[in-house]
């Protein structure tokens, strides 16, 4: 076997892991963890592992649930990298220095999650490696209960009485962690901000955590859009590279200054029963340029019913609601024209026989398009030959049923603008893949 493709065996296997629930202030949501995969594992096992990954992405849409610095307006270009060659996790990647003087940690980038934690020493359960130490830097403080932060914080708790230091526990795929809550200056490249509002992890029961921390971009109070709304605007955009890259060639952009001047935007919607999440209106779907005859109640904006479309960074593959996927699955597998093989996973529009792949496009209010090419659209097995059309039908029933998940191998390579400030999401093709 090559070693590309003992690569990609090696990230699918991990892709394609077991889930548990991830809860927040503001959402509930589900996270694969890292197993060790099987160097030599026959096609068998890419499916299992492919199975694996479906019930992490279905489990994540399940529960997809409901001190600011001071300074001019600012804007920074960060880094990102896939997690996959450097720590091992499913999430982007940034460097983040924390404290005084700086402390360097890897943290993961999470766009549907509100809180930041890190781990901090003498944690029990703690992954080696890098930690935070408050007791090195200068400018630390706890944050005590009674504060506006505490109550911000999901099952906030005083251990030690009034005026003690706040602390709260979280449940994160399959991991759960007990936190002190702290403020310290925080960096992710240029701007400096002071008494930013994190979690220190002191107690870790599970091996999922991204080692290093993870940094939150939902649109909640603790989120490092609403701590920095002062300094960047509410303003942020990424580029994604693909997961297979070793390199930190995508960029997260923070403020309104260098974004795409030219990029095509549609209205940034807001659901009060999930106020941290991303929604958009995505009012029609093509496959090879034709329209897919979708029912427009699957696809509207309808905080009573629970439909409509969002964007989300933390789903590995695009979950649509079960009239819209099957209309789609529909759609590609008569432009293919070719026999079906059978399904892997949570997918079931496979081939073991080279086609000519369709574009699939989808279409925003705006209006605006963003049409997939193969990249996006399919993931290849590092063995056996086999190409599964690389989306799947979300839940059948329950609320989530009618949500549609536009995640983040559907987003590699594209630039995605989120200018909460204006209320609108952007899109264009832009290659960050190195």
Not at 302 to 329: C, E, H, K, N, Q
Not at 400 to 410: C, D, E, G, R
Request: contains cysteine; proline residues 9%; glycine residues 8%.
């Amino acid at each position: 076997m090559s070693p590309l493709s003992l690569l990609v065996l090696v990230l699918l296997s991990n892709f394609w892991a077991a889930a548990t629930a991830v809860r927040s202030s503001t959402l509930h949501l589900a996270r694969s963890h890292s197993v060790s995969p099987d160097v030599g594992a026959p096609i068998t096992t890419w499916a299992a592992s492919l199975a694996a990954q479906s019930a992490a992405d279905a489990a994540r849409v399940t529960m997809l649930a409901a001190g600011p610095a001071h300074a001019k307006k600012g804007h920074s270009f960060v880094p990102i990298a896939p997690g996959w060659q450097i720590l091992n996790i499913p999430n982007y990647v940034a460097r983040a220095r924390l404290g005084t003087p700086a402390q360097t940690l890897l943290v993961a980038i999470d766009p549907s999650n509100d809180a930041a934690w890190v781990p901090c020493s003498a944690c029990t359960g703690c992954a080696s490696g890098p930690s935070f130490s408050p007791t090195q830097s200068a400018t630390y403080l706890p944050v005590s209960c009674g504060s506006p932060q505490c109550s911000q914080v999901p099952s906030p708790s005083c251990p030690g009485g009034a005026g003690s230091s706040c602390a709260f526990n979280l449940t994160y795929a399959a991991s759960t962690f007990q936190a002190l809550l702290g403020q310290d200056s925080l960096a992710l490249e240029n701007d400096a901000i002071a008494s930013y509002t994190f979690g220190c992890l002191h107690v870790i029961t599970g091996t999922s955590l991204p080692p290093q921390g993870l940094i939150g971009f939902g649109r909640g109070p603790l989120s490092f859009l609403s701590q920095t709304k002062d300094v960047y605007g509410s303003v942020f955009s990424y580029c994604l590279p693909n997961y297979k890259s070793s390199n930190f060639s995508g960029t997260l952009k923070l403020g309104p200054i260098g974004q795409p001047k030219k990029i095509k935007t549609t209205p940034l919607l807001y659901n009060p029963r999930r106020p941290s999440l991303y929604y958009v209106n995505m009012v029609g779907i093509r496959v090879g340029g034709k329209p897919v005859p979708v029912p427009a109640s699957a696809l509207a904006f309808d905080l009573v019913s629970g439909s409509g479309t969002i964007i989300d960074a933390g789903t590995m593959f695009t979950r649509l609601s079960a009239p819209v996927y099957t209309a789609v699955r529909d759609a590609f597998r008569r432009r293919v024209r070719a026999p079906v093989a059978g399904p892997l996973g949570g997918f079931d529009t496979c081939y073991n026989v080279t086609i000519t792949v369709p574009t699939i496009t989808f279409a925003f209010a705006g209006p605006v398009t963003v049409t997939l090419p193969e990249e996006n659209v399919m993931i290849h097995s590092s063995s056996g030959g086999i190409a599964c059309l690389a989306m799947a039908a979300g839940p059948p029933d329950g609320v989530n049923a009618a949500l549609n998940v536009l995640a983040s191998m559907q987003q590699q390579n594209h630039r995605v603008l989120f200018d909460v400030a204006n209320s609108r999401v952007g899109f264009s093709r832009e290659l960050c893949t190195a």
